[in-house]
């Protein structure tokens, strides 16, 4: 599906201002709708909005499904009267950065509160609500919900090294470990609920000011995850649920050991034997939460590098053959056409491009990608298809500052000659210059990372590929924000008719 000539930034929640330690669905995000609004922006691209897992990362989720509970807003809460006042005060987190270490234990002691004061006075609508979300989403709530009380029971070992009645999933097994972990579980389920009340009150509020939420979905799954327990047919497993081979990506340019994420694969055979509908639901639910859809790792739907799981690095695995068509058929049959970005950076095979092709889903363009080689580039804008998502960097680049404090004398003078860039200001100016460049282009969609609209340095971008802790901290702060940005990003959308 066409994506329309539009603009928007891209901001993880956790990166918004806030009291209570981290970005939420709280005041600060109703703000900054508005303030995409002033800017002339239509698009607000985040990060997937699953639980996070080793190294803080939002792609190492623990369900597929599940929202992650950091987000909830927690002063709503006191509204209903679910927190005192006092449970919010004297926290006195960081301003500008998000430390796991102390705002993860902070929140989730307030949801515990906020939970057991829930269970014991909640209001007779609220019960029903409650108890409405639980019976409509139970497909995936009671396995999360039952999988996180038992993670937590078992000081959170891997799931195959829980109780072996527990591991093959045993229904009296199941049963019992329901009952006894009744209040936990019941938490998670408040938890979620909450999440998904919040979040889709502030979708609400966005689509109904033309703003349009772009989500990313990882390809694959944490293996310490729900989904992977509850559905271990669909993943390569052995008999004692260990995965035997693993995702990552081989050695290249950039990494010479490769990259060995760790995911379990999919065992493509019995998602196509159940006509893909784990795919299918988990579709549907991200859609349900999110406007547009980025697929993270697109190329491994048409091929994918498997590592055994007892290889340290992804120096030795194999090529094989992803779900290719088959899967994109099976989920336009049953939810039709959809907005999907296709995330195809990296090394691209003819197969890839096809499969894109076919299904008509826009591909995706860096300009810190575009500069030091010659005009062919596929990154340097000339070379653009119109069904193109182009980005200045993403999540897992450098801020532009960043980037062109490390970028060679070649790049510079490539920058300089492409964009006609004259004058004194060069450096000050160059992540305005990209972003002009981006908004110019014929790509359908361009999309900012905020931290470029601000003209932040390196030491404030959100990821580093490759390195587990450290990241995914960046916060930033409405002093930060000036008129001009705003200003700018409206002009330059009227400019070069974005909006």
């Not at 926290?91 to 949801?111: I, K, S, T």
């Not at 003078?413 to 981006?438: C, E, N, Q």
């Amino acid at each position: 599906m066409r994506l329309p000539r539009t603009s928007g930034i891209l901001l993880h929640p956790t990166s918004l201002p806030g009291p209570n330690g981290s970005g939420d669905f709280g005041p600060a995000a109703y703000h900054f709708v508005d303030w995409l609004v002033s800017a002339g922006q239509k698009l607000w691209q985040i990060l997937p909005l699953g639980g996070i897992g080793p190294g803080n990362s939002p792609y190492m989720s623990s369900s597929a499904f599940a929202g992650n509970v950091l987000l909830i807003d927690l002063a709503e809460l006191q509204t209903h009267g679910w927190l005192a006042s006092a449970d919010l005060e004297g926290a006195d987190f960081e301003a500008g950065r998000l430390d796991f270490a102390r705002v993860v234990p902070w929140r989730m002691d307030r949801l515990a509160r906020a939970a057991a004061q829930f269970a014991s006075a909640a209001s007779p609508a609220d019960v029903e609500d409650f108890n409405g979300f639980c019976a409509a989403q139970a497909d995936w709530l009671d396995d999360y919900a039952l999988f996180m009380a038992l993670a937590e029971a078992n000081e959170w070992r891997e799931w195959s090294d829980w109780a072996p009645s527990l591991v093959r999933r045993e229904p009296a097994a199941l049963a019992a470990a329901r009952l006894e972990l009744s209040a936990r579980v019941g938490f998670w389920q408040f938890c979620q609920w909450c999440f998904f009340r919040q979040w889709l009150r502030l979708k609400h509020y966005a689509n109904e000011r033309g703003i349009l939420i772009v989500g990313d979905a990882p390809i694959f799954i944490a293996y310490q995850s729900a989904e992977v327990w509850a559905r271990q047919e669909l993943f390569e497993l052995d008999a004692s649920g260990k995965p035997t081979v693993i995702a990552g990506v081989p050695p290249d340019y950039f990494s010479a050991t490769g990259q060995r994420w760790g995911n379990p694969l999919y065992r493509w055979s019995a998602h196509a034997d159940e006509g893909y509908a784990w795919w299918i639901a988990r579709i549907r639910r991200t859609f349900a939460m999110v406007d547009i859809v980025r697929i993270d790792h697109f190329r491994g739907f048409a091929d994918y590098w498997e590592i055994p799981a007892s290889q340290s690095t992804a120096i030795f695995g194999r090529w094989l053959p992803g779900p290719g068509a088959a899967l994109f058929d099976a989920i336009a049959s049953a939810l039709g056409s959809l907005p999907i970005i296709a995330e195809d950076l990296g090394i691209i095979t003819p197969e890839v491009e096809a499969l894109r092709r076919q299904f008509d889903f826009p591909g995706m363009r860096i300009l810190h990608f575009a500069f030091g080689g010659d005009a062919g580039n596929a990154y340097l804008p000339h070379n653009y298809e119109p069904n193109t998502v182009v980005y200045t960097g993403t999540h897992d680049n450098n801020t532009t500052p960043g980037w062109w404090a490390e970028a060679s004398e070649a790049e510079r003078l490539h920058v300089i000659d492409y964009l006609g860039l004259h004058g004194t200001a060069i450096d000050a100016d160059i992540h305005w210059s990209l972003i002009r460049a981006a908004m110019a282009s014929v790509a359908d969609t361009a999309i900012t990372q905020l931290q470029d609209v601000l003209g932040l340095p390196g030491s404030d971008r959100m990821n580093l590929p490759g390195v587990g802790a450290g990241y995914w901290e960046w916060r930033f702060t409405w002093d930060q924000v000036l008129p001009e940005h705003a200003l700018k990003l409206a002009q330059l959308g009227r400019l070069y008719r974005r909006g």
